[in-house]
Nanobody, 123 residues
Framework: QVQLVESGGGLVQAGGSLRLSCAAS????????MGWFRQAPGKGRDFVAA????????YYADSVKGRFTISRDNAKNTVYLQMNMLKPEDTAVYYC????????????????WGQGTQVTVSS
């Protein structure tokens, strides 16, 4: 069992930066590959980024490549999402989750979702 709590969201101007954190409880956190998803108003939940349990491999949606960076610190049971050059279209609720399947890009392969943190980017 893993419990996840996201933080770090807020209101930022276009071009600005935010760093999201996802703190996990549970001794097995370091064994899970982790992902970030986002959901804009009236839309489905979309894949943003994922990282393997060792941190050795990362995966990104095309829309955030070169702007966002996912990382993790297993000693702190925390996954991060550094978001730079933010755009208004990045506005969404951001969620972290633990991968229990094999497809990093599908929300159906994740479990133990956090409650989400709101990111709002003004133009």
């Amino acid at each position: 069992q893993v419990q996840l709590v996201e933080s770090g969201g807020g209101l930022v101007q276009a071009g600005g930066s935010l760093r999201l954190s996802c703190a996990a409880s549970g001794r097995t956190f370091s064994r899970y590959d982790m992902g970030w998803f986002r959901q804009a108003p009236g839309k489905g939940r979309d894949f943003v980024a994922a990282i393997t349990w060792t941190g050795g491999s990362t995966y990104y949606a095309d829309s955030v490549k070169g702007r966002f960076t996912i990382s993790r610190d297993n000693a702190k049971n925390t996954v991060y999402l550094q978001m730079n050059m933010l755009k208004p279209e990045d506005t969404a609720v951001y969620y972290c989750a633990a991968l229990i399947g094999v497809n990093y890009y599908s929300e159906n392969h994740y479990n133990y979702w956090g409650q989400g943190t709101q990111v709002t980017v003004s133009s």
